[in-house]
Every structure is written in structure tokens, then in C-alpha cells.
């Protein structure tokens, strides 16, 4: 750490160190030094050599350096050099017995504050020079510390992972640190001279805004979580602290604010919350399907007794059977409610889903209608599942149901089944169940797809989107109870107009759950060395690929979208080994991109992603059979070992694959 610059008090001692091979002039220095009255007294050491010098002020801060002159000052200038080299401040006075006035201006120039002759040295003629040097040292001090201080404060701010903005009294922006610019998207120079609302989302209400500048315009800190957007159109949340600077009168002439980006917190607070109500929500269904139950009980049982007694040729019988009928429906409704909240009576069993997917297709197809094409795409040697065959049955049915009214003019249903594993990093990312084998169920639609603002919805009771009179809103509701009564979780994948596909992930019984699954990646089995073209237009996505893949060892080109993606390869000048595209992106398909870019680079291999499961993309004719192909969501640890096994297959192999 910096020490400040050292200044002798009035009438202190000075300490003073003199370099020099003569030792007899040590002794009369220091009988000069000793006669000195008042401000020059001090208290004088002695280095024989260069080497001797440096090891002395490099261990203590001396007020004065006395260096006596040699072959053209050599000594002084060699002394003065290493000690800026190593930020040593201290006078240094020239002590010679004669010099020309060129090695004289030569040493000022380097540094040395005074050149005193040896010839008439006195008291006097050595205290004078001796007191104006350290006075001029500590006032030259105090200005280099303060320009340190300037300075280490300058490299914390622009080092600071937190946002640090500095606008004039009127919210003007004059400075920006490169958190700012990293995460907002802005570059300096287009913050610089704008106001803060460039990064304004329209999520704040005016009285937020109202009371923010009510608040520091009055000198006080205003601190609250506020949600932007960066230049790309992207919304962050962030932490905001504002302080009012003022000047040496006491007005404020400026703003600071230090801003923390809580994005991923409040992502995962949200699922939070997210799971709470749903548990919440869970628990007040059972409690009102169970109460309604009983209700419901006593209203057929009376219902049932009025039909018996009044005969089928009575006046009110169509009526109470009427009665009898709507009350059933109610007690479907009740089960639904039930399900939701995972208090339905199970029979569990030890399943092969593959065998209960075939038995529920044979009435599917009655079910969807003649203009949906069903496929039904078992995986081979199959895990086995604990849960309720009833249970899953109605897991599948609503799926097909909810993708049927999703298709009005008909479509492709897919359902498939595969084993999965589920490591450490990707259990770690979704907090959702432990590591270990699964059982994937997945059911894709070509349907119209979900609103991004209706997915954290869909699986609430009641909600939804269709026609009054054209659903309860209890289908999904129902499906998720099911899922988590079983063990498992739900995932669902959608792009409004192309369709949406769910994910159910069901553990394997007969295999223990593997907690020891490595937690140190990348392993050297996914190493690597190659240029790959990374083009993904979800950003999360695609910076924590960045980070990984760079990690494992290669070089990678990242593009947020196909044309920016031809725009990359094509000012690369380097071999592109391997490209890795999303199957659905705007404006241009990963398909399309490939197409394009494999006819300029035809060695380059490509490896497409997609939410959508392998087996529905092939289906649904989006990619071609030999396409190499990994299923959102994945672990880093399968994307590395699937780049490995796309890179160092055959040639021949890939395109026969």
C-alpha cells in the first residue's frame, strides 16, 4: 500500500542518508550537521555503494539523500532512475567538489533538486539548500499523493463490477464505467451527454421517478430496485443507489449512482415465488376440492333419492336428473383439483412408459381428430419409472387435448420417450430436483405456440386462454400436480406460431441418484482446441456457451442471430472448425444459415440446438436425418462431449449418419 509523502515538522530532526565511498566525509558532515541550529539538525547515515543505497531507502523513507558526485554523476543518476523505478520519493542533493555545467543541468534535469560545491561548506551553506530541498520535496509530495489517490480511485471505479454513473445537477450523463457499458450495451461515448431514460423500460410508475429526484434534489440517498433495458431491448433489474455530490460551499453540483445488476437473483427469486404460490395454490384447491366433496356428496345422494322416489314419469324427474349429471361433472372438476394439489389417492407401479404410451395411442387418435398426424417415437432399452399409470395416462391425454385445441387446422402431435441424465451443473442451474437418471417424456405440437407472458401461468388453476366455455383451466393445472406427485418436473418450450413441446422428466427406479457426479468441469475428455461459430439469439444462453467452450480450450465466434452469423464467419480469415446454431431463430432458420455459410466454408461442420425434442424436429421436416443435433436444455458437460463426437467423427460418417 502507498505510505504518504513523508514531511519533516519544524525543528524536527531530519534524517538524512549520504552515499559515498569517503568516510572521512560522513564524519565531517555529520560535525557540520551537529553544529547546524534549528531547523537542520538531523540525524545522518552513511552508504558506501550504490547497492548499499538502494537497500537503505528502499527499507526506510529518509527526508534527504546527499550523493557525493562522481565520473559524471553516474551515481546520482543511477540512484535517482531506480528509485522512480521503484517509487521511492526523496530530495537528492549533489555534494562534488567541482562539475561542469552541463553534468550540473543534466542531473537537475534527472531530478536533483540542488547541486551544493564541497568547497567553503559550512553550516550555513549546507542548511540553507538542505531545508529549501525538503520543503520543496514535501510539497511535491503532497501533489504526487494526491494525484495517487486520484488515480487508485479512477482504477477502482473503472474496475468496479458495479454500474457507476456520474451525471451533472440536471441528470446529464458525463461519465460511464465499463460495467456500465458491458452490461447496458452502450458505449461511452453514446452515454456521455444523454440522460439516464435512455436505459427507461416503461416498467416504472412516474411517483417512483417523482420520489427519486424529490429525494436527492433535497441532498439525501436514494436506494431501490428499478428494471431497465439495455440497448438491445433486453430488461435487467438492478439495485440503485444515488448520492448527491457537493461542492467545497455545500451545493450539489452532481449525481453518482452505483448500480448492482440482480438479473439472475431475481430470476431465481421469481421461481421462487413462482413455486411457493403454486405449493400455495396447491394446498388451497385440496382444502376447497375436499370441502366441495363433501358438498357435492350430500347434493347427488338427495338428488339420487328424489329420482328413486318420484319415478321416471313425474313432471320433475328430467330435472333432478339434470341435478344428478352436473353434479358428476363437478366431482370431475373436484378430481382435477385433487391431482393439482397431489393429494389423489396413487397406485403406484413400477413402469415402462414405452408400453403405456402404446396402450393410450390407440384411442388418441379418436381423441385428436383425423387432421393431426400422431407419431409416437418410443426410445430403445427404456428406464422403468415408479408412479401411477392412471396418473400418467391422464398426463398424456390432457397434453394431446391442450396441443389439440393449439392446432384448429390440424398439425403434427409427437410423443416420444428417451433416457436422460441429469448432472450436477445442470441440477445446480435449475434448482429443481436432484442429479441423477430420468425418464424424458416429451410431447411436441405444431400448434400456434404459447405468449412468452403466459408461460409462467399455464400451469395455475383456472387460467387460460381459450373461449369462455371452451376450457377449465384445469388441464395443466392437473398435469403438473400429476408430475410432481410422481417425483418428477415439468418443463415446457415454446415459439408463438411454430408450436410447443413438454417436457416431463420422471426419475428411473433401479438406479441410485448420482450425487458424486464431478463438480469440477470441463474434463479433459471435453477439451479442445478448434474455432467454433457459436450462433444462438438467447443471450444467457449463448454467454454461459461462451464461457464454457472458451474454457475447454477453443477459440469461439459468438453471433446473436443468423445474419449476424454469416456477418462473423465472413470476417474471420481463420478455419471455422465447427458451427453450433439454434434451430429457431428470428428472420433466419439455423437450417437456412448452414445451408448458406457450408457453401462457403464446405469444411466447416455444424451442430444444431433446439427446445424442440430431436426426434419431432426430424418429423416435422425442419432439419435434415444426417444433421447432427443436441435437445435444449442440455448440460455443458453433454454440449462439450457432443462438440467432441461432431468433431472427431469421420467425414464420411457424418454424412451418412
Given at each position: 500500500?502507498?505510505?504518504?509523502?513523508?514531511?519533516?515538522?519544524?525543528?524536527?530532526?531530519?534524517?538524512?542518508l549520504?552515499?559515498?565511498?569517503?568516510?572521512?566525509?560522513?564524519?565531517?558532515?555529520?560535525?557540520?550537521?551537529?553544529?547546524?541550529?534549528g531547523?537542520?539538525?538531523?540525524?545522518?547515515?552513511?552508504?558506501?555503494?550504490?547497492?548499499?543505497?538502494l537497500?537503505?531507502?528502499?527499507?526506510?523513507?529518509?527526508?534527504?539523500?546527499?550523493?557525493e558526485?562522481?565520473?559524471?554523476?553516474?551515481?546520482?543518476?543511477?540512484?535517482?532512475?531506480?528509485?522512480?523505478?521503484r517509487?521511492?520519493?526523496?530530495?537528492?542533493?549533489?555534494?562534488?567538489?567541482?562539475?561542469?555545467?552541463?553534468?550540473?543541468?543534466?542531473?537537475?534535469?534527472?531530478?536533483?533538486?540542488?547541486?551544493?560545491?564541497?568547497?567553503?561548506?559550512?553550516?550555513?551553506?549546507?542548511?540553507?539548500?538542505?531545508?529549501?530541498?525538503?520543503?520543496?520535496?514535501?510539497?511535491?509530495?503532497?501533489?504526487?499523493?494526491?494525484?495517487?489517490?486520484?488515480?487508485?480511485?479512477?482504477?477502482?471505479?473503472?474496475?468496479?463490477?458495479?454500474?457507476?454513473?456520474?451525471?451533472?445537477?440536471?441528470?446529464?450523463?458525463?461519465?460511464?464505467?465499463?460495467?456500465?457499458?458491458?452490461?447496458?450495451?452502450?458505449?461511452?461515448?453514446?452515454?456521455?451527454?444523454?440522460?439516464?431514460?435512455?436505459?427507461?423500460?416503461?416498467?416504472?410508475?412516474?411517483?417512483?421517478?417523482?420520489?427519486?429526484?424529490?429525494?436527492?434534489?433535497?441532498?439525501?440517498?436514494?436506494?431501490?430496485?428499478?428494471?431497465?433495458?439495455?440497448?438491445?431491448?433486453?430488461?435487467?433489474y438492478?439495485?440503485?443507489?444515488?448520492?448527491?455530490?457537493?461542492?467545497?460551499?455545500?451545493?450539489?453540483?452532481?449525481?453518482?449512482?452505483?448500480?448492482?445488476?440482480?438479473?439472475?437473483?431475481?430470476?431465481?427469486?421469481?421461481?421462487?415465488?413462482?413455486?411457493?404460490k403454486?405449493?400455495?395454490?396447491?394446498?388451497?384447491?385440496?382444502?376447497?376440492?375436499?370441502?366441495?366433496?363433501?358438498?357435492?356428496m350430500?347434493?347427488?345422494?338427495?338428488?339420487?333419492?328424489?329420482?328413486?322416489?318420484?319415478?321416471?314419469?313425474?313432471?320433475?324427474?328430467?330435472?333432478?336428473?339434470?341435478?344428478?349429471?352436473?353434479?358428476?361433472?363437478?366431482?370431475?372438476?373436484?378430481?382435477?383439483?385433487?391431482?393439482?394439489?397431489?393429494?389423489?389417492?396413487?397406485?403406484?407401479?413400477?413402469?415402462?412408459?414405452?408400453?403405456?404410451?402404446?396402450?393410450?395411442?390407440?384411442?388418441?387418435?379418436?381423441?385428436?381428430?383425423?387432421?393431426?398426424q400422431?407419431?409416437?417415437?418410443?426410445?430403445?432399452?427404456?428406464?422403468?419409472?415408479?408412479?401411477?399409470?392412471?396418473?400418467?395416462?391422464?398426463?398424456?391425454?390432457?397434453?394431446?387435448?391442450?396441443?389439440?385445441?393449439?392446432?384448429?387446422?390440424?398439425?403434427?402431435?409427437?410423443?416420444?420417450?428417451s433416457?436422460?441424465?441429469?448432472?450436477?451443473?445442470?441440477?445446480?442451474?435449475?434448482?429443481?430436483?436432484?442429479?441423477?437418471?430420468?425418464?424424458?417424456?416429451?410431447?411436441?405440437?405444431?400448434?400456434?405456440?404459447?405468449?412468452?407472458?403466459?408461460?409462467?401461468?399455464?400451469?395455475e388453476?383456472?387460467?387460460?386462454?381459450?373461449?369462455?366455455?371452451?376450457?377449465?383451466?384445469?388441464?395443466?393445472?392437473?398435469?403438473?400436480?400429476?408430475?410432481?406427485?410422481?417425483?418428477?418436473?415439468?418443463?415446457?418450450?415454446?415459439?408463438?406460431?411454430?408450436?410447443?413441446t413438454?417436457k416431463?422428466?420422471?426419475?428411473?427406479?433401479?438406479?441410485?441418484?448420482?450425487?458424486?457426479?464431478?463438480?469440477?468441469?470441463?474434463?479433459?475428455s471435453?477439451?479442445?482446441?478448434?474455432?467454433?461459430?457459436?450462433?444462438?439469439?438467447?443471450?444467457?444462453?449463448?454467454?454461459?456457451?461462451?464461457?464454457?467452450?472458451?474454457?475447454?480450450g477453443?477459440?469461439?465466434?459468438?453471433?446473436?442471430?443468423?445474419?449476424?452469423?454469416?456477418?462473423?464467419?465472413?470476417?474471420?480469415?481463420?478455419?471455422?472448425?465447427?458451427?453450433?446454431?439454434?434451430?429457431?431463430?428470428?428472420?433466419?432458420?439455423?437450417?437456412?444459415?448452414?445451408?448458406?455459410?457450408?457453401?462457403e466454408?464446405?469444411?466447416?461442420?455444424?451442430?444444431?440446438?433446439?427446445?424442440?425434442?430431436?426426434?419431432?424436429?426430424?418429423?416435422?421436416?425442419?432439419?435434415?436425418?444426417s444433421?447432427?443435433?443436441?435437445?435444449?436444455?442440455f448440460?455443458?458437460?453433454?454440449?462439450?462431449?457432443?462438440?467432441?463426437?461432431?468433431?472427431?467423427?469421420?467425414?464420411?460418417?457424418?454424412?451418412?449418419?
Amino acid at each position: 500500500m502507498d505510505e504518504p509523502t513523508k514531511c519533516a515538522e519544524p525543528n524536527s530532526p531530519l534524517d538524512i542518508l549520504l552515499v559515498g565511498d569517503r568516510e572521512e566525509d560522513f564524519f565531517i558532515i555529520r560535525d557540520l550537521l551537529s553544529r547546524t541550529q534549528g531547523a537542520a539538525q538531523a540525524q545522518l547515515e552513511h552508504a558506501a555503494s550504490f547497492d548499499e543505497a538502494l537497500a537503505y531507502v528502499a527499507r526506510k523513507s529518509y527526508d534527504l539523500v546527499l550523493v557525493e558526485y562522481d565520473a559524471e554523476g553516474k551515481t546520482a543518476l543511477r540512484l535517482m532512475q531506480e528509485m522512480r523505478c521503484r517509487d521511492i520519493v526523496a530530495p537528492l542533493m549533489v555534494l562534488a567538489e567541482d562539475a561542469d555545467e552541463t553534468t550540473v543541468a543534466k542531473l537537475i534535469q534527472a531530478g536533483a533538486c540542488d547541486f551544493v560545491p564541497k568547497s567553503g561548506l559550512n553550516e550555513a551553506s549546507l542548511a540553507r539548500p538542505m531545508r529549501c530541498a525538503v520543503n520543496l520535496h514535501c510539497k511535491e509530495g503532497q501533489r504526487q499523493d494526491a494525484e495517487k489517490m486520484l488515480r487508485k480511485l479512477s482504477r477502482a471505479v473503472e474496475q468496479s463490477a458495479d454500474l457507476v454513473i456520474i451525471t451533472d445537477r440536471n441528470g446529464v450523463i458525463e461519465y460511464v464505467n465499463p460495467a456500465f457499458e458491458k452490461l447496458t450495451g452502450y458505449t461511452r461515448q453514446e452515454a456521455v451527454g444523454q440522460n439516464p431514460r435512455i436505459l427507461k423500460s416503461g416498467q416504472q410508475s412516474k411517483a417512483l421517478y417523482q420520489d427519486l429526484w424529490t429525494t436527492i434534489l433535497s441532498g439525501k440517498v436514494f436506494r431501490g430496485t428499478l428494471v431497465n433495458r439495455k440497448k438491445n431491448g433486453e430488461l435487467f433489474y438492478l439495485e440503485k443507489t444515488i448520492s448527491p455530490v457537493r461542492d467545497a460551499h455545500g451545493a450539489i453540483t452532481h449525481f453518482i449512482s452505483t448500480d448492482r445488476d440482480i438479473t439472475e437473483r431475481y430470476k431465481l427469486e421469481a421461481q421462487l415465488r413462482q413455486a411457493q404460490k403454486m405449493d400455495a395454490v396447491g394446498q388451497l384447491a385440496g382444502g376447497v376440492a375436499h370441502d366441495f366433496n363433501n358438498l357435492l356428496m350430500v347434493i347427488s345422494s338427495y338428488a339420487e333419492l328424489m329420482l328413486n322416489a318420484i319415478g321416471p314419469d313425474h313432471h320433475l324427474h328430467h330435472n333432478v336428473k339434470e341435478i344428478i349429471d352436473e353434479a358428476r361433472r363437478a366431482a370431475d372438476l373436484t378430481r382435477q383439483l385433487l391431482a393439482f394439489s397431489r393429494k389423489q389417492m396413487q397406485d403406484l407401479q413400477i413402469l415402462d412408459l414405452n408400453h403405456v404410451i402404446a396402450d393410450i395411442a390407440k384411442i388418441l387418435g379418436r381423441v385428436i381428430g383425423e387432421d393431426i398426424q400422431l407419431t409416437v417415437l418410443p426410445g430403445e432399452k427404456l428406464g422403468r419409472v415408479k408412479a401411477d399409470p392412471v396418473q400418467v395416462e391422464q398426463v398424456v391425454m390432457n397434453l394431446a387435448t391442450n396441443a389439440r385445441d393449439a392446432m384448429p387446422n390440424g398439425g403434427k402431435l409427437t410423443i416420444e420417450t428417451s433416457n436422460v441424465n441429469l448432472d450436477e451443473a445442470y441440477v445446480q442451474e435449475h434448482s429443481i430436483v436432484p442429479p441423477g437418471d430420468y425418464v424424458l417424456l416429451a410431447v411436441s405440437d405444431s400448434g400456434r405456440g404459447i405468449q412468452p407472458e403466459h408461460l409462467a401461468h399455464i400451469f395455475e388453476p383456472f387460467f387460460t386462454t381459450k373461449e369462455k366455455g371452451k376450457g377449465t383451466g384445469l388441464g395443466l393445472a392437473t398435469v403438473y400436480g400429476i408430475v410432481k406427485q410422481n417425483g418428477g418436473f415439468i418443463w415446457v418450450y415454446s415459439e408463438p406460431g411454430l408450436g410447443t413441446t413438454f417436457k416431463i422428466y420422471l426419475p428411473q427406479v433401479g438406479h441410485a441418484m448420482d450425487r458424486a457426479v464431478a463438480r469440477h468441469f470441463p474434463e479433459i475428455s471435453v477439451q479442445g482446441w478448434e474455432t467454433v461459430l457459436l450462433v444462438e439469439d438467447e443471450e444467457a444462453v449463448r454467454r454461459a456457451a461462451c464461457e464454457f467452450l472458451t474454457l475447454c480450450g477453443y477459440k469461439v465466434l459468438e453471433a446473436k442471430d443468423g445474419q449476424h452469423g454469416i456477418e462473423v464467419a465472413r470476417s474471420y480469415s481463420g478455419p471455422i472448425h465447427l458451427m453450433i446454431t439454434d434451430v429457431v431463430m428470428p428472420h433466419m432458420s439455423g437450417s437456412q444459415l448452414a445451408q448458406q455459410l457450408t457453401l462457403e466454408r464446405p469444411s466447416m461442420r455444424v451442430m444444431f440446438v433446439s427446445g424442440y425434442a430431436e426426434k419431432t424436429i426430424l418429423q416435422h421436416g425442419v432439419l435434415e436425418s444426417s444433421a447432427k443435433f443436441l435437445q435444449k436444455p442440455f448440460t455443458l458437460k453433454a454440449l462439450g462431449q457432443k462438440i467432441r463426437a461432431v468433431l472427431q467423427a469421420d467425414p464420411v460418417e457424418i454424412a451418412s449418419s
